[in-house]
């Protein structure tokens, strides 16, 4: 069967993470070569390791998306391991401190915007003439559904999250007449170690956030892939500048679910 990403070349920042791991392997199988970035060393070659294992293309690259050179020296280091850049997946995100307004200190505002805002603006920017040399490209940047409404204690992460969507959507604007898509996944809550933090389990993050969501339950990092595969890809070839909202409908109802009848 045809792989949908066949010869692309791809950085994936946050890629030693939950999700950023799940993209970066379903991308190597669909024939893609990838660069694994993160801040962690083990993270970041655990997921190259494992694509080769599985023989696939994808080195590991340690990169602090907080620091401009580290996004300028990302891009470039995917360019010239693979010859080319096509694809920029963007999911780094710094954690942030649960803390109300008054609460969080200026330091943790400014780290998140580097990582979740700032570094999408400069891998773009260093990312862009790669892709215009290779014809076109698509850049995905990971943004969430906490992005789209008011969130309480994560200010900064919803802040940087609705800036990223924006971002993205000026990217698009830009350079869509270079065939360069620009995209944004608003993920759900997704079950992962981070998501989990502030419920003490992963199996009490899965009982109580999968029930705001219309289909009962968290999403899968699969589930995530799945969508970056499509805007990845040509099946996407006509979507710029949007949105894909993967929330399991969580954005799509606030009301009261009636009481099931027995
Ligand atoms: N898990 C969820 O419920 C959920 C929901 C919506 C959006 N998201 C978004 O998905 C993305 C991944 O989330 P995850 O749950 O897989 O988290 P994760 O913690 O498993 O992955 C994040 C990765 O980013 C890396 N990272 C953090 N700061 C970095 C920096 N300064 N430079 C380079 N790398 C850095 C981490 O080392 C980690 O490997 C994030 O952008 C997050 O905001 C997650």
Redesign the pocket.
Same mark, same amino acid.
């Given at each position: 069967m045809a792989r949908l990403l066949e010869g692309r070349a791809v950085l994936v &920042?946050?890629?030693? !993470?939950?999700?950023?791991?799940?993209i970066a392997s379903r991308f190597a199988r669909e024939g893609a070569s990838i660069l694994v970035?993160?801040?962690?060393p083990q993270?970041?070659e655990a997921v190259a390791a494992a694509i080769r294992a599985n023989g696939g293309i994808a080195e590991a690259f340690v990169?602090?998306?907080?620091?401009p050179e580290?996004c300028a020296r990302a891009v470039e280091a995917a360019a010239a391991a693979f010859g080319k850049l096509t694809t920029l997946v963007?999911?780094?995100?710094?954690?942030s401190p649960e803390a109300s307004i008054e609460a969080l200190p200026l330091a943790a505002w400014n &780290?998140a915007l580097?990582?979740?805002l700032t570094?999408s603006f400069l891998t773009a920017k260093h990312a862009v003439p790669h892709m215009r040399a290779a014809g076109g490209g698509s850049i995905i940047n990971?943004?969430?559904?906490?992005g789209q409404i008011g969130v309480f204690n994560r200010v900064a992460?919803s802040t940087t999250?609705a800036a990223l969507i924006q971002l993205t959507k000026c990217i698009a604007t830009e350079y869509g007449p270079d065939n360069i898509r620009a995209n944004t996944?608003?993920? !759900?809550?997704?079950? &992962?170690?981070?998501?989990a933090k502030s419920y003490g389990s992963i199996e009490n993050a899965r009982r109580v956030?999968g029930p705001a969501h219309l289909l009962g339950r968290?999403?899968r990092?699969e589930e995530?892939a799945a969508g970056a595969v499509f805007l990845a890809s040509e099946e996407s070839s006509f979507m710029t500048g949007a949105d894909l909202l993967l929330?399991g409908g969580y954005l799509a109802f606030k009301g009261e679910l009636p009481v099931k009848s027995k």
């Open positions: &920042t946050g890629g030693g !993470g939950e999700i950023g791991g799940a970035a993160d801040l962690r993270a970041a990169a602090d998306m907080g620091c580290d963007n999911v780094a995100a710094a954690e &780290t580097a990582v979740n570094a990971i943004a969430s559904q906490l992460y999250k996944i608003s993920p !759900g809550s997704i079950s &992962t170690a981070r998501s956030r968290q999403g990092v995530i929330d």
